[in-house]
């Protein structure tokens, strides 16, 4: 069956660019970005990866390893980041996993035979530390992914994990957020969020984000 968010991310054992990886040690207790692409030396995967190893600051100062995957060889895929690293102007500093066999895109459903037979989609996974996969996307081969919304979610998932609040439309680090509607009682409002919030309907209350 296909993967749900708040499932177990499945482990695996797989060769990379960076050796053997075994996928929950490698994790640790960090955050983890696993996503596909469908194939090396290809001009819009070029530019994802590119702009994953520029954002790499972004992702280690969350606590997030970035992972990618696709079929090809882990020689392919050496060749390739030099490609990267040279036209996209960036070091390509985290590992691609080569899935020859399939083993790992069967386990996260990363190949959808009617859109390719043989080749992964962009599919992404962000996994919490408790290895619990907590957003699932899939673009079709044709149009690049957005890796500052990737962002954008993580922040959302590492604010909201540890206050009562999810964060509305469009929202950017920063901005207010809504308090979640379970939160009825006034004492414990006004003591998690003493900065005050404002009520623009009763199950619509807006207050400064609580970390800022
Ligand atoms: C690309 O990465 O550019 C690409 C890969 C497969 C199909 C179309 C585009």
């Not at 035979?113 to 081969?141: C, M, Q, W």
């Not at 979640?180 to 623009?200: C, M, N, Q, T």
Request: proline share 6%; hydrophobic share 35%; glycine share 6%.
């Amino acid at each position: 069956m296909a993967l749900r968010l708040g499932d177990l991310a499945p482990d695996f054992e797989q060769d990379s660019s960076e050796g053997r990886i075994r996928f929950h040690d490698w994790l640790g207790d960090s955050w983890g970005v696993l996503f596909s692409h469908p194939a090396d030396y290809t001009p819009v995967c070029t530019t994802e990866l590119g702009l994953t190893a520029r954002l790499q600051d972004e992702f280690v100062r969350r606590g997030v390893k970035a992972i990618a995957l696709s079929v090809d060889g882990v020689e392919s895929h050496k060749g390739w980041i030099q490609d990267i690293n040279e036209t996209q102007s960036t070091t390509v500093n985290f590992p691609i996993l080569a899935d020859g066999d399939r083993k790992v895109s069967q386990l996260y459903d990363m190949i959808h035979p009617n859109a390719n037979e043989t080749l992964t989609v962009r599919s992404l996974f962000i996994i919490d530390p408790k290895k619990r996969v907590r957003l699932i996307i899939t673009y079709p081969a044709s149009t690049g992914r957005n890796f500052h919304e990737i962002l954008r979610v993580i922040d959302s998932l590492q604010l909201t994990d540890n206050h009562s609040v999810a964060t509305p439309g469009n929202w950017q680090d920063g901005d207010d957020v809504v308090i979640i509607p379970s939160l009825k009682d006034e004492a414990v409002i006004r003591e998690k969020f003493p900065k005050g919030y404002k009520a623009v309907r009763p199950y619509l209350r807006l207050t400064p984000q609580p970390n800022k």
